[in-house]
């Protein structure tokens, strides 16, 4: 099994609705972000979290929101997605006891706004 | 500030030939630097992470890469391209443990 799952792996709404995207590790990691990735932009740091009292606002947070539910789980949201919030949203964790530098990804959640 | 440029959006080789990807960093402390791959429809995996110990740094499947301090290098060669290397790749630079990233570099291999 992955040890970082998101679901779900595609998903397309329409203009003004609110939805959810999560993320679930097994890796035991405090550590968890998302990420957006847009052709020609590399990837984005949206929001992170150090631990499951720590959420901190990234490079492009606006429209977004986070929760951390436990140590396992990160999920992500748009209160109310827009055409310009297409795109690839990818979650990843770090280990701080171990090699906090590090990042390890999941597969991707392809988010399409009409 | 940390930024990271990547030099080549498209970048085609054939099979057998050296891969070279370029990756220059601009960080105002010692930096910590990654290149990651992302292949179709996966999600980012890691290559290879410059911490200091060695300016070159061996990766995942033949790669490799050099890390230069006078030039704020840090690219990416791999000596004989196979098929199975075409990919995007992405060079990052970790700022307080968060990542900052490159925009990416698509690697074609042709036979």
């Known amino acids: 099994d992955a040890d970082v799952t998101q679901t779900p792996r595609n998903r397309i709404t329409k203009t003004g609705k609110r939805i959810m995207l999560e993320c679930s590790q097994t890796?035991?990691?405090?550590?968890m972000y998302w990420y957006r990735q847009d052709p020609g932009l590399g990837l984005r740091l949206i929001y992170y979290s150090f631990d499951v009292k720590d959420i901190n606002k990234g490079e492009i947070s606006d429209g977004y929101s986070v929760s951390r539910q436990a140590q396992a789980k990160f999920s992500l949201s748009l209160e109310s997605a827009i055409p310009n919030q297409t795109a690839l949203y990818f979650c990843?964790?770090?280990?701080?006891?171990?090699?906090?530098?590090?990042?390890?990804f999941g597969p991707g959640t392809r988010l399409l706004v009409l | 500030a940390q930024s990271v440029t990547q030099l080549g959006s498209h970048v085609s080789v054939s099979e057998g030939a050296l891969v070279l990807l370029r990756c220059n960093y601009s960080s105002s402390v010692p930096p910590y630097l990654f290149w990651y791959v992302q292949y179709p429809n996966q999600g980012l995996q890691l290559l290879l992470k410059y911490t200091s110990a060695a300016t070159l740094v061996k990766g995942i499947n033949g790669f490799e890469a050099e890390f230069k301090k006078s030039e704020t290098s840090f690219h990416l060669t791999k000596p004989s391209a196979h098929m199975s290397d075409a990919a995007e790749y992405f060079c990052?630079?970790?700022?307080?443990?968060?990542?900052?990233f490159g925009a990416g570099t698509r690697l074609a291999v042709h036979p």
């Open positions: 990052a630079v970790s700022f307080y443990n968060k990542l900052i």
């Open positions: 890796k035991g990691h405090d550590r």
């Open positions: 990843a964790t770090s280990d701080p006891e171990w090699d906090e530098e590090t990042q390890y």
